[in-house]
């Protein structure tokens, strides 16, 4: 669809006023979506986004501009638009080099002219719908979607880069909603990643909408939080939203490179308890936040950003990589053509540890069990965090007691990490659909870990 002599065009136009690097960024998106409210499927929505963008580095600076009318003119005038941020360039015009295509890795299948009937998607939402309420009577409502998406995307640089990607994603997510007259509560369960429909044969609905029933049932007969500081136990798999927010964001290479982060310029610096190892990987098979090729081309890499305490290094595109010299590390990536690319999060985990979860419980005499998050925030230059729990429950003397409700983690991310003191040996990734928030842009990301017993931090609750 757009072939090597258009993108040389757009490359050698953005490229008229100078300017050290440009890149031309190719979509075509397929969306399907449908969903359940109510017993029945209440609207059904199929999307096609198609457009380019471009964009020229200069000094620190980048000129972007997109345009999703296809003529050539349009495009032209898109690249005219983006080179001016080199107007002032002293040497004048920069040559392209000749285009290449370059082979990717093959992370996840694609089959971009498969047509999947609606019957299908709406067959397991209802199937979601039955379960969930099947499960106990005290379950009232049930909400539910599915997503199926395809983007196709050709990215040509002026250092002579070319590929193209073709990545799957699909979603289900369940909300099952309980109440037994007094209480009302709800549980969400959501899963899916880069592959296709197909994957909920084996990951089912009935799966999925009994373990959201299973949370919303729980959470009725949950205790007041308490408050105060105390220790904390991360459950495994969505526990790693914990290191994506905490962490995760103050390792990107443009909060670094400016100074903002309170990571800045301590690479080989201790930075967290020496249990602590914190990975990054683009290149996981079928994972929602996996890429054959970054969002400007370079391949998903796997990144060790702590090890064992020890921070080694930072996610990096190829701007700010450029800038600190050093190497991209396949972390480039945009919402959509009508973005820039920025370093952001691929799938961010902690590894295995030595201790088992039996273990970690019976060393805690009083804390909370925070088995999974329901969102939260970081402020990335402080590294402070607040956190909600959405499954949690009290910690007494050992064992496991009373679920908990309205509980908040309030700390710092380098702080609660020299806290850890000790690593499960659970670690898996979490098959949600977590979606990262960074600079007005949303992108699909992962996250995972082992049970973690951090040994101090402040809850905030409701009963002291």
């Given at each position: 669809?757009?072939?090597?002599?258009?993108?040389?065009?757009?490359?050698?136009?953005?490229?008229?006023?100078?300017?050290?690097?440009?890149?031309?960024?190719?979509?075509?998106?397929?969306?399907?979506?449908?969903?359940?409210?109510?017993?029945?499927?209440?609207?059904?929505?199929?999307?096609?986004?198609?457009?380019?963008?471009?964009?020229?580095?200069?000094?620190?600076?980048?000129?972007?501009?997109?345009?999703?009318?296809?003529?050539?003119?349009?495009?032209?005038?898109?690249?005219?638009?983006?080179?001016?941020?080199?107007?002032?360039?002293?040497?004048?015009?920069?040559?392209?080099?000749?285009?290449?295509?370059?082979?990717?890795?093959?992370?996840?299948?694609?089959?971009?002219?498969?047509?999947?009937?609606?019957?299908?998607?709406?067959?397991?939402?209802?199937?979601?719908?039955?379960?969930?309420?099947?499960?106990?009577?005290?379950?009232v409502?049930?909400?539910?979607?599915?997503?199926?998406?395809?983007?196709e995307?050709?990215?040509?640089?002026?250092?002579?880069?070319?590929?193209?990607?073709?990545?799957?994603?699909?979603?289900?997510?369940?909300?099952?909603?309980?109440?037994?007259?007094?209480?009302?509560?709800?549980?969400?369960?959501?899963?899916?990643?880069?592959?296709s429909?197909?994957?909920?044969?084996?990951?089912?609905?009935?799966?999925?909408?009994?373990?959201?029933?299973?949370?919303?049932?729980?959470?009725?007969?949950?205790?007041?939080?308490?408050?105060?500081?105390?220790?904390?136990?991360?459950?495994?798999?969505?526990g790693?939203?914990?290191?994506?927010?905490?962490?995760?964001?103050?390792?990107?290479?443009?909060?670094?490179?400016?100074?903002?982060?309170?990571?800045?310029?301590?690479?080989?610096?201790?930075?967290?308890?020496?249990?602590?190892?914190?990975?990054?990987?683009?290149?996981?098979?079928?994972?929602?936040?996996?890429?054959?090729v970054d969002?400007?081309?370079?391949?998903?890499?796997?990144?060790?950003?702590?090890?064992?305490?020890?921070?080694r290094?930072y996610?990096?595109?190829?701007?700010?990589?450029?800038?600190?010299?050093?190497?991209?590390?396949?972390?480039?990536?945009?919402?959509?053509?009508?973005?820039?690319?920025?370093?952001?999060?691929?799938?961010?985990?902690?590894p295995?540890?030595?201790?088992?979860?039996?273990?970690?419980?019976?060393?805690t005499?009083?804390?909370?069990?925070?088995?999974?998050?329901?969102?939260?925030?970081?402020?990335?230059?402080?590294?402070?965090?607040?956190?909600?729990?959405?499954?949690?429950?009290?910690?007494?003397?050992?064992k496991?007691?009373?679920?908990?409700?309205?509980?908040?983690?309030?700390?710092?991310?380098?702080?609660?990490?020299?806290?850890?003191?000790?690593?499960?040996?659970?670690?898996?990734?979490?098959?949600?659909?977590?979606?990262?928030?960074?600079?007005?842009?949303?992108?699909?990301?992962?996250?995972?870990?082992?049970?973690?017993?951090?040994?101090?931090?402040?809850?905030?609750?409701?009963?002291?």
């Amino acid at each position: 669809m757009f072939d090597e002599s258009l993108l040389s065009r757009l490359l050698d136009r953005a490229l008229q006023h100078g300017g050290e690097y440009a890149d031309v960024f190719c979509e075509r998106r397929r969306t399907v979506s449908y969903r359940l409210q109510d017993g029945r499927v209440h609207d059904a929505t199929y999307g096609v986004t198609l457009g380019i963008g471009v964009r020229v580095v200069f000094g620190e600076s980048a000129g972007f501009a997109s345009s999703d009318d296809l003529s050539t003119a349009a495009l032209m005038e898109a690249a005219d638009s983006a080179a001016l941020i080199a107007r002032t360039a002293p040497s004048g015009k920069t040559a392209a080099a000749g285009l290449r295509s370059e082979n990717v890795p093959k992370l996840y299948d694609c089959d971009p002219v498969t047509a999947i009937e609606g019957s299908r998607y709406a067959a397991l939402l209802e199937r979601a719908d039955r379960t969930a309420r099947r499960y106990d009577p005290r379950i009232v409502a049930v909400n539910a979607h599915v997503v199926d998406e395809l983007q196709e995307v050709w990215i040509a640089s002026s250092d002579g880069r070319f590929v193209r990607d073709c990545r799957p994603l699909v979603t289900l997510g369940i909300q099952a909603v309980a109440t037994d007259k007094k209480e009302r509560s709800s549980g969400y369960v959501g899963d899916g990643g880069r592959t296709s429909i197909a994957y909920f044969d084996r990951q089912t609905p009935e799966m999925l909408a009994e373990d959201a029933a299973r949370i919303a049932t729980v959470n009725l007969s949950a205790v007041p939080a308490p408050a105060g500081e105390m220790e904390m136990i991360v459950g495994a798999g969505g526990g790693g939203v914990l290191l994506h927010e905490a962490v995760g964001h103050g390792l990107e290479s443009d909060f670094n490179r400016r100074g903002t982060s309170l990571y800045s310029g301590r690479v080989g610096e201790r930075v967290a308890s020496e249990l602590v190892t914190i990975y990054d990987d683009g290149n996981l098979h079928e994972e929602r936040g996996s890429l054959n090729v970054d969002d400007e081309g370079v391949p998903g890499q796997h990144k060790v950003l702590v090890e064992n305490g020890v921070l080694r290094g930072y996610m990096q595109d190829t701007l700010n990589a450029r800038l600190m010299g050093a190497q991209s590390t396949g972390s480039g990536r945009r919402q959509s053509f009508r973005f820039a690319p920025q370093p952001r999060m691929c799938n961010t985990y902690m590894p295995n540890g030595d201790s088992t979860v039996e273990e970690i419980v019976a060393s805690t005499q009083r804390g909370i069990f925070a088995k999974s998050f329901a969102g939260g925030q970081v402020e990335i230059a402080k590294g402070d965090f607040v956190f909600m729990v959405g499954e949690g429950y009290l910690v007494e003397n050992g064992k496991i007691t009373a679920p908990l409700r309205n509980a908040t983690i309030v700390g710092n991310g380098p702080d609660a990490m020299r806290k850890v003191v000790a690593v499960g040996n659970d670690s898996r990734l979490a098959r949600g659909h977590y979606t990262c928030g960074k600079g007005g842009q949303n992108v699909p990301v992962g996250v995972g870990m082992p049970t973690v017993k951090i040994s101090s931090i402040t809850v905030g609750g409701t009963q002291t």
